[in-house]
């Protein structure tokens, strides 16, 4: 193109900074140029987009001169450097990783929900958690109608959501214990988290650890998905709590979601809320048994709502079931919905 933005990928070999790419060439962002930047090791290696290679090159401070848009995702500490380094060459981040989410000063945005948001921007936006971006789609529309008290999530998580090497685990934990060995003989190094004591196997398991634990004995996932929700929301009233588990499965989050609203809220309108509100796909016919499943929700860009039904015993009870990509509108494609936002509000300048 001969007009639009210059724009910057951070960790662009990661599985998140691929998929960005990805989403990059689905956008109506306009772009005249990408630049894709990773470690030293992968500097010199070329990645494809729009049908062109584009050599990937070394992250340096100066990476940023003449970028209007900084998209990363590779890991907190190498945010925490490299952000302000291009903030001040003029960019715009949209970070993925979790180092700014609960900055008061930087905007913490899933765009079907709070945009507004992002006028309060001073450079750095950051991009929700995957599980908190999902469920965030789900409850804005019955949150605008009715209001929310009270909600109680409970994750089954991808492994996508740990990166490459986790995957790997899953694999080759999966293949060996098809082919006889028994549990005790894998010999697992990542989940449920890298950093942590003890490792455990994932194939055919349920970790209900994901990151290190924290404060009160709940995960930095499930701190995540409560400090996230309410600032998002912003509603430090609101009840939240979490437990997030990692399963066995490739790519899709899903989470049970229980919620209770302010005020009644009838089934049959909660499900026309969901149709209609902006990246929610309704599907919830138990007659037929539709309902929203991690494997189809691979490679989509929406959110998928089903199972939603009223508490049995509480008045303004719900329960609903909530799936996604957790890669992508988990990540990148949240990312790119922010700059296509920003854009539309006029708040990047070139």
Request: charged letters at 20%; glycine letters at 6%; a negative charge.
């Amino acid at each position: 193109m001969s007009t639009g933005y210059h724009v910057a990928v951070v960790g662009a070999t990661g599985a998140v900074g691929t998929k960005m790419i990805e989403m990059l060439e689905r956008t109506t962002l306009p772009i005249q140029t990408i630049r894709l930047l990773a470690s030293k090791r992968s500097a010199g290696k070329t990645l494809v987009f729009n049908n062109q290679p584009i050599v990937i090159e070394e992250l340096t401070p100066d990476s940023f001169e003449g970028i209007d848009i900084a998209l990363f995702s590779a890991g907190g500490g190498i945010s925490k450097v490299y952000a302000p380094e291009a903030v001040k060459r003029g960019a715009v981040v949209i970070d993925n990783t979790s180092h700014f989410r609960m900055d008061p000063e930087v905007p913490l945005v899933v765009p079907e929900v709070n945009a507004h948001a992002l006028a309060r921007h001073k450079g750095i936006i950051a991009n929700p958690n995957c599980s908190t971006i999902q469920m965030m789609v789900a409850l804005e529309p019955i949150r605008q109608k009715v209001g929310l008290k009270r909600l109680i999530v409970s994750t089954y998580q991808a492994v996508s959501g740990a990166g490459a090497k986790a995957l790997a685990e899953l694999a080759q934990e999966s293949a060996d214990l098809l082919a006889g060995k028994q549990p005790e003989e894998l010999n697992p190094e990542i989940l449920p988290a890298g950093s942590d004591k003890k490792h455990y196997p994932i194939a055919f398991n349920a970790l209900p650890q994901i990151d290190v634990f924290a404060e009160d004995d709940y995960t930095y996932e499930e701190w995540k998905m409560i400090n996230e929700t309410k600032k998002i929301m912003e509603d430090e009233t609101i009840q939240v709590a979490a437990t997030c588990v990692r399963i066995p499965v490739f790519s899709g989050h899903s989470e049970s979601v229980y919620i209770e609203t302010a005020d009644h809220a009838d089934v049959a309108a909660v499900k026309q809320w969901i149709s209609e509100a902006p990246g929610a796909v309704l599907q919830d016919d138990p007659s037929q048994q539709i309902y929203p499943q991690a494997l189809n929700s691979v490679g989509k860009t929406e959110t998928f709502v089903g199972r939603i039904r009223k508490d049995l015993d509480v008045a303004n009870g719900l329960h609903l079931w909530v799936v996604s990509d957790n890669l992508l509108k988990g990540a990148a494609w949240n990312s790119v919905q922010i700059a296509e936002t920003l854009h539309q509000q006029g708040l990047v300048h070139v």
